[in-house]
Nanobody
Framework: QVQLVESGGGLVQAGGSLRLSCATS????????VGWFRQGPGKAREFVAA???????DYTDSVKGRFTISRDNAKNTVYLQMNSLKPEDTAVYYC?????????????????????WGQGTQVTVSS
């Protein structure tokens, strides 16, 4: 049974930092691309960042230079370091994964590419 469990969310002031973790089990982690998505109040879920099996990364423009995604294959875990947080970063953050058969392909930004999803963790940034 595949499980993705997010942690690390919370309440932080604008300008602050948080590190989200996505711990996975039940999948061949090293062969999976893992992404982060978020859904703000009254908004559709959107792509935030992703890291492929070959550690190619991609970020949505609004978080470039502030967020960093990384993976630890030994721990089957992906991290999202979020710095210089803004109120507009307030959202529920979800991690998701899919098995990637192409070793050197970049990660997908499309929700439909992802087969497994976590339950989400709330991030609230106060002004």
């Amino acid at each position: 049974q595949v499980q993705l469990v997010e942690s690390g969310g919370g309440l932080v002031q604008a300008g602050g930092s948080l590190r989200l973790s996505c711990a996975t089990s039940g999948l061949t982690f090293s062969s999976n691309t893992v992404g982060w998505f978020r859904q703000g109040p009254g908004k559709a879920r959107e792509f935030v960042a992703a890291i492929s099996r070959s550690r190619i990364t991609d970020y949505t423009d609004s978080v470039k230079g502030r967020f960093t995604i990384s993976r630890d294959n030994a721990k089957n875990t992906v991290y999202l370091q979020m710095n210089s947080l803004k109120p507009e970063d307030t959202a529920v953050y979800y991690c998701a994964a899919y098995q990637d058969g192409i070793i050197f392909s970049g990660p997908s930004r499309l929700e439909r590419s992802y087969d497994y999803w976590g339950q989400g963790t709330q991030v609230t940034v106060s002004s």
